[in-house]
């Protein structure tokens, strides 16, 4: 059957059906999310004269919930217009209405009986083939198929997704014995594909996969605190990105997800399982059950473990739970001398160290990571009959770099059974079997793919669905040409693929080299170049400011002008090359990062991308071609008879106000995507669909195109606009001097300086202007106080 996804309904608009149905609308999908009836008017509508017959009053649940998802931060909508993509009702007007939709979604109480009794319902109203699926995570599929119709049974299953599911990528698809194989093939590829999402396929077992091994984790985490008596801090710290996981740490991201949700898949846990020897890990530990008692679950609750009050100052202040007193304290900073050792170290390389530390976090570190190997190898194939399928749902689940048996691989198998065995834990006889026919990883890279050991076989395969992907990592092999801060790749097909390497891939020397020497070898030898990388910080947060700093603090205005000159060149090398350039921008995409995005053929945007041309923030103008880029793109947009100095200013107030894109549709609405970039919802598909748009562009005939010397520019009209706004600002104390020079500067660069009516000028002119402008605001006192600032580690200082 060719199956299309054209209409989702989702029954239940709570805090998961409602971002279910506003991600479904993110793809452009038609949705109707539906919720129940209240029993009856309420005060307010009373007090209207509404009766429980006016749809106001039937759709109150629903719209309420609904309005609520709009405000959340962060946002559930890649664009606020995608709200009118969501048709609301209720079960008892519409329900009837799913006999036109693809696909119904059910996300109500975790009742089983109130399930059924509305799958009763459904199963009258579905068309057939119509997919029925669950977002249970705590009800076992089968049972909520039984009784029903042959074809509602073989078309229905899980489809867990995690919350928020817009930003995190699980999605765990959980068949029953009755699901047609061609109904779980369909889902495994739409989740990928069109949602986005790592699709993990899971056995029917209590808590499918992510929940069993991090709330296990979870759990055994607090059991070692309370038997070691560590500090909410320490344990966050230790927890946390030292280690591949969110920053937030343990406690933190208890809080902000609820303890209550903790509790109630750790209780299901213990209730339902009877073939774990790690079961008694599930029993709520002292702490948690005096958080229950006394109501503290969280940021929901105001307080868990940690609280935020405002201090004397007025200012907000962050006080951590005294797990032994149960008072809160100020929240105090930690230190453990063995990071001083692992801060350098790539992730991989942190884990020896870490386990070997005699110090507290050692022994913290022994008694946790270990026991978790110990714990998933136990789990196959109770959970999963493949190794890796646990990996990927535990790091697309709850945000970790890297797995469990990935980390193993780290520190090498045969070592961590030897940790093991020396903290008297055991693993599963198959690891013992597995270095015995000679495997001796988990994971190994073969031929540009990532392959896990098959445990029934006892050989290696490739992970199925990634056949397509293109992940850096594992092309080592294919480096043709590399520096400190950049790799270049040979991705076959005649593409080159360029991998900025520098911390947080800002744009230095070396990066400038490596665009400059990938363009040279893709024109010599190849056709097409694809610049992206894997990094899971950002794509480029801009140009390499400590150079520029020390520059400017030695007073070195000739190199700084020669700086700007190259990085300026390096750009227009990106737009004027012979070969066709696609640039693969995810994350963050600052400053300079979003200028090589606007100087690209064509850009592959990952969804989840914040781009933004952010230079004011530290004392300066975009001055790698952003300005002059966008006085361009303002251009291009009077020829199609758009309002010209209002597009102008939309224009200058993104870039006076630093503002960056919530999203990738976000950044089209800025015009720093254009028509003919694309959106890849899958992070994992980026550089392979980028690879695939450069073999396009080279096919279609690319043709070096000319530099442009036709941009109109407003002169003095758009400066007299801009100085009027800008003096207001400062009059009404909104801005300060300084914002109010830069921002003058602003003004000229993107008017076309001072010229006496709007006329053509070249991309050149208006990149020696924006050189002059940047050059001169370099110089000032209160520019290098905000880039100091910034370089320490502050906020951005409005001086």
Known sequence: MNRSIRKVAVLGSGIMGSRIACHFANIGVEVMLLDIVPKEPNDAEKAKGLSIQHPAVRNRIVNTAFQQTLKANPAALYSASFANRIKLGNFDDN?????????????????????????????????????????????????????????????????????????????????????????????????????????????????????????????????????????????????????????????????????????????????????????????????????????????????????????????SEILALNLKTFEYEPSQKVKFPVFELTKTLALKDRFAVLLADKGKAGEFYRKTILDGFSYVTKRIPEISDELYRIDAAICAGFGWEIGLFETWDAIGVEKGLELMQNEGMKSADWVHEMLASGAKTFYKREGGKRLYYDIPTKSYKVIPGTESFIILENLSNNIVWKNAESNVYDLGDGILGLEFRSKMNTMGAGVIEGIQKSIALAEKDFRGLVIGNDSTEAFSAGANLAMLFMFAIE???????????????????????????VVAPHSLAL???????????????????????????????????????????????????????????????????????????????????????????????????????????????????????????????????????????KMGRYISEHDAKIAEKLAYVISGGDLSYPQLVSEQYLLDLEREAFLSLSAEKKTLERIQSLLNGGKPLRN
Request: charged share 25%; proline share 3%.
């Open 555 to 581: 007073q070195e205005y000739d190199e700084i002008n020669m700086m700007i000159a190259q990085f300026q060149q390096t750009m227009m090398r990106v737009r004027y090359s012979s070969i066709p350039v």
């Open 95 to 315: 329900l009837s209405e799913i006999n036109q939709y693809d696909w119904v979604i059910e996300v109500i109480v975790e009742n089983l009986a109130i399930k059924k009794s509305l799958y009763e319902k459904v199963d009258a109203f579905r068309k057939a083939g119509t997919l029925i699926t669950s977002n249970t995570s705590g009800i076992p599929i089968h049972l909520m198929a039984e009784g029903r119709s042959d074809d509602f049974r073989k078309h229905f299953c899980g489809t867990h997704f995690f919350n928020p599911p817009r930003y995190l990528k699980l999605l765990e698809i959980i068949p029953t014995p009755a699901t047609d194989a061609l109904v779980i093939d369909f889902l495994m590829h739409y989740g990928d594909r069109f949602l986005g999402k790592t699709t993990v396929l899971c056995k029917d077992t209590p808590a499918f996969i992510a929940n069993r091994v991090g709330v296990y984790s979870m759990m055994k985490t607090m059991q070692v605190v309370e038997e070691m008596g560590l500090t909410v801090e320490e344990v966050d710290k230790l927890t946390s990105v030292v280690v591949g996981r969110p920053k937030s740490g343990t406690f933190r991201l208890s809080d902000v997800v609820g303890l209550d949700t903790t509790i109630n898949v750790s209780n299901n846990l213990y209730a339902g399982l009877t073939d774990d020897d790690a079961k008694e890990t599930f029993v709520l530990p002292a702490m948690v059950k005096k958080l229950q008692e006394n109501k503290w679950l969280g940021d929901k609750t105001g307080q868990g473990f940690y609280k935020k009050i405002k201090g004397a100052s007025g200012k």
């Open 591 to 729: 400053g300079g990062g979003c200028e090589i995005n606007l100087h690209a053929d064509r850009v592959v945007a990952g969804a989840e991308t914040y781009m933004g041309l952010v230079e004011v923030g530290v004392g300066l103008i975009p001055a790698g071609g952003g300005t002059k880029e966008m006085a361009l793109r303002c251009s291009d947009l009077y020829k199609n008879g758009d309002p010209e100095l209002n597009t102008l200013q939309n224009a200058f107030m993104n870039i006076a106000m630093a503002k960056v894109s919530t999203s990738a549709q976000e950044a089209f609405e800025m015009n720093y995507l254009r028509r003919g970039d694309e959106i890849v919802l899958n992070r994992s598909r980026l550089i392979a669909d980028a690879k695939q748009a450069a073999i396009e562009l080279a096919e279609a005939g690319y043709t070096q195109p000319k530099k442009r010397t036709d941009i109109k520019v407003q002169g003095k009209a758009g400066i007299a606009l801009f100085k009027a706004g800008i003096q207001g600002m």
